[in-house]
């Protein structure tokens, strides 16, 4: 008898909407912050980190982010940005390194 496991391959997603600042932690994403924080004032679908509660990917056209919402803060922090996963983003776990 042949069992079938469910094998997921797609991280689930959450819808996020704030009108909270977002602060770049790195210099080099101060020039993302504005779309950054158009989009989540708009909402965007993201992708929690299952890793780190309160971190999140965004995609907007062809470029990622990596997201921290902190509970006790009312702000996003910008962590790291790159090309989206069509054009080989960064992972998660590299962004952890930029952290």
Request: proline share 9%; net charge negative.
């Amino acid at each position: 008898m042949n069992t079938m496991k469910a094998i997921y391959t797609v991280p689930p997603v959450t819808w996020l909407r704030t009108d909270h600042p977002v602060v770049p932690i790195n210099p080099s994403t101060w020039e993302y912050l504005h779309e950054v924080e158009a989009v989540l004032h708009e909402g965007v679908m993201a992708a929690p980190d299952t890793h780190r509660p309160g971190f999140y990917e965004i995609e907007v056209g062809d470029k990622w982010y990596y997201i921290h919402i902190p509970s006790r803060i009312a702000g996003v922090y910008l962590v790291a940005a790159g090309k989206s996963q069509s054009s080989g983003r960064p992972t998660a776990a590299a962004a952890h390194r930029c952290a």
